[in-house]
């Protein structure tokens, strides 16, 4: 059975960073795309960013460049999402995902996920 697991949301202040974790059993992450997704109460999911674990490339949504890095750690299965300049647009619940090939944007094209943890940016 295929789980994936986040952990390391929390409350932050404007400014501060977090590093989300997503750790997979079921399935060896290098073999799949991974993905981050993120949604706020009343809000659509929106893509965040996304790792070929195969190829090594990188994919980010223009509203988190240059503050939010995606990483793996192939030996750990996991995959880590480092959000550094914490904005009060970022509070939303965060979630990995999983699919067979090709970083997507579409949360209709991925096939497993997470429960998703909670980042709230206040002051």
């Known amino acids: 059975q295929v789980q994936l697991v986040e952990s390391g949301g929390g409350l932050v202040q404007p400014g501060g960073s977090l590093r989300l974790s997503c750790t997979a059993s079921g399935l060896t992450v290098n073999s799949y795309v991974m993905g981050w997704f993120r949604q706020a109460p009343g809000k659509e999911r929106e893509f965040v960013s996304g790792i070929n674990i195969r190829g090594g490339s990188t994919r980010y949504a223009d509203s988190v460049k240059g503050r939010f890095t995606i990483s793996r750690d192939n030996a750990k299965n996991t995959v880590y999402l480092q959000i550094d300049s914490l904005k009060p647009e970022d509070t939303a619940v965060y979630y990995c995902?999983?699919?067979?090939?090709?970083?997507?944007?579409?949360?209709?094209?991925?096939?497993?996920w997470g429960q998703g943890t909670q980042v709230t940016v206040s002051s």
């Open positions: 995902a999983v699919r067979s090939y090709g970083i997507a944007t579409m949360w209709t094209a991925y096939d497993y």
